[in-house]
């Protein structure tokens, strides 16, 4: 199956040579880092199949972030810590979505900008809220930044997961919304039209000397707030697929030659699988502007989820005990290597190797396997596990 990072390691090279000095430190990172993964270059581990006997090599991932193949474990930390936080109450899915006329002027500030797209949003939805003709509290949210099309094109918008509900002043009642209009949390319109004053204010302040571009004010600034959930896992499932990866997996690649990348996508109109093939660079260039600055957070809490109002949330967790609460998934325990030889997950951790050690021992294993008939295909090994 082709990866991402045989296509990195393919075409890296042209890339960095093309583009020179105009690639930003991080992007260089990611293609070393995603190229390197799991190869003899990082090291590894050898291990000992206990049914069969065979000893075999596991080398180690990269673990940076833009890499479709690291970042399991840190995703199911972070799923089974959001599930911890969560309240025995329907969640709203609400997305703000910048214009197409910003796109370019916030990927060239994105530390900034994209940080004031997150506040602005949640400061928003918040003003609204405590509004008493909505709800008059105070409300939480965990953001989450996305800047991907599922053609991975540059497209900022933030995700917001909302409890249905809002702390009132007196810092004990908790306020939901009437029943005539359970379906919404706030009015989409008023949203939108609030969200547009409130981001070009902050953005204008955090950049005085930068000229933004000029945005008809009959345009509409997409707000979706999406009908409550009553089990907000399924979100969380889906915001987490993107906290600690990018927007392309390994699976979505199928074809890579000397000049283009084949991937596949859905298509968000006809919700049809089609395919699309681009040139290696533009593939590359595509792909590299989703890896964010270093530093820069995906994931921001806000008002009652913040990290400094735990005090908070326990104490509405105890109030709202009598309610049911959402069924935790069990988390999903870590893939295990399995033996290419007797497809057992009996694999055990012997030592520790260099990447010097570890191209002594691939030679040791494929010149074993070349005296060995009774072994399996040349492509089974080395063993790539997870680590």
Same mark, same amino acid.
């Given at each position: 199956?082709?990866?991402?990072?045989?296509?990195?390691?393919?075409?890296?090279?042209?890339?960095?040579?093309?583009?020179?000095?105009?690639?930003?430190?991080?992007?260089?990172?990611?293609?070393?880092?995603?190229?390197?993964?799991?190869?003899?270059?990082?090291?590894?581990?050898?291990?000992?199949?206990?049914? @069969?006997?065979?000893?075999?090599?596991?080398?180690?991932?990269?673990?940076?972030?833009?890499?479709?193949?690291?970042?399991?474990?840190?995703?199911?930390?972070?799923?089974?810590?959001?599930?911890?936080?969560?309240?025995?109450?329907?969640?709203?899915?609400?997305?703000?979505?910048?214009?197409?006329? %910003?796109?370019?002027?916030?990927?060239?500030?994105?530390?900034? *900008? %994209?940080?004031?797209? @997150?506040?602005?949003?949640?400061?928003?939805?918040?003003?609204?809220?405590?509004?008493?003709? &909505? %709800?008059?509290?105070?409300?939480?949210?965990?953001?989450?930044?996305?800047? &991907?099309?599922?053609?991975?094109? &540059?497209?900022?918008?933030?995700?917001?997961?909302?409890?249905?509900?809002?702390?009132?002043?007196?810092?004990?009642?908790?306020?939901?919304?009437?029943?005539?209009?359970?379906?919404?949390?706030?009015?989409?319109?008023?949203?939108?039209?609030?969200?547009?004053?409130?981001?070009?204010?902050?953005?204008?302040?955090?950049?005085?000397?930068?000229?933004?571009?000029?945005?008809?004010?009959?345009?509409?600034?997409?707000?979706?707030?999406?009908?409550?959930?009553?089990?907000?896992?399924?979100?969380?499932?889906?915001?987490?697929?993107?906290?600690?990866?990018?927007?392309?997996?390994?699976?979505?690649?199928?074809?890579?030659?000397?000049?283009?990348?084949?991937?596949?996508?859905?298509?968000?109109?006809?919700?049809?699988?089609?395919?699309?093939?681009?040139?290696?660079?533009?593939?590359?260039?595509?792909?590299?502007?989703?890896?964010?600055?270093?530093?820069?957070?995906?994931?921001?809490?806000?008002?009652?989820?913040?990290?400094?109002?735990?005090?908070?949330?326990?104490?509405?967790?105890? %109030?709202?005990?009598?309610?049911?609460?959402?069924?935790?998934?069990?988390?999903?325990?870590?893939?295990?290597?399995?033996?290419?030889? @007797?497809?057992?997950?009996?694999?055990?951790?012997?030592?520790?190797?260099?990447?010097?050690?570890?191209?002594?021992?691939? *030679?040791?294993?494929?010149?074993?396997?070349?005296?060995?008939?009774?072994?399996?295909?040349?492509?089974?090994?080395?063993?790539?596990?997870?680590?």
């Amino acid at each position: 199956m082709l990866r991402l990072a045989d296509v990195v390691r393919r075409h890296a090279a042209g890339y960095l040579a093309h583009f020179g000095d105009a690639i930003l430190p991080s992007h260089v990172r990611a293609l070393r880092a995603i190229a390197l993964c799991r190869t003899p270059a990082l090291g590894g581990h050898s291990a000992r199949c206990t049914r @069969c006997g065979h000893e075999h090599l596991l080398y180690h991932s990269c673990r940076h972030r833009a890499c479709p193949q690291c970042g399991h474990d840190a995703t199911e930390r972070w799923l089974s810590h959001q599930r911890d936080l969560l309240l025995p109450v329907p969640y709203f899915h609400v997305v703000f979505t910048l214009p197409s006329e %910003l796109r370019r002027t916030v990927r060239s500030h994105q530390r900034i *900008l %994209l940080a004031v797209l @997150c506040q602005a949003a949640f400061e928003t939805l918040a003003s609204l809220c405590a509004d008493p003709q &909505w %709800l008059g509290g105070r409300v939480g949210a965990l953001a989450v930044l996305h800047t &991907w099309t599922r053609t991975i094109e &540059w497209h900022p918008h933030v995700h917001l997961l909302v409890p249905g509900g809002a702390l009132a002043t007196d810092g004990r009642t908790w306020l939901e919304p009437p029943t005539y209009r359970k379906r919404y949390l706030v009015p989409e319109r008023a949203l939108a039209e609030r969200f547009r004053g409130r981001f070009l204010a902050l953005a204008r302040r955090a950049l005085p000397n930068v000229t933004f571009p000029h945005i008809p004010w009959d345009k509409r600034w997409v707000v979706s707030a999406r009908p409550p959930v009553q089990d907000p896992n399924l979100v969380l499932e889906y915001l987490g697929r993107y906290v600690h990866r990018t927007a392309l997996s390994d699976k979505a690649i199928v074809g890579c030659s000397d000049q283009s990348v084949t991937f596949n996508y859905r298509d968000s109109r006809d919700h049809q699988r089609k395919t699309m093939t681009l040139p290696a660079h533009e593939f590359l260039r595509r792909f590299l502007q989703h890896v964010p600055p270093k530093g820069m957070h995906r994931v921001r809490a806000f008002g009652l989820l913040h990290p400094s109002q735990r005090h908070t949330l326990r104490q509405l967790q105890l %109030l709202l005990a009598p309610r049911q609460m959402p069924t935790h998934k069990p988390r999903r325990p870590r893939p295990k290597p399995r033996c290419p030889y @007797c497809h057992g997950e009996t694999l055990q951790l012997l030592r520790r190797l260099t990447p010097e050690q570890c191209l002594a021992f691939e *030679l040791r294993l494929l010149g074993a396997l070349s005296n060995d008939a009774r072994g399996p295909p040349t492509t089974s090994l080395p063993t790539r596990g997870p680590w």
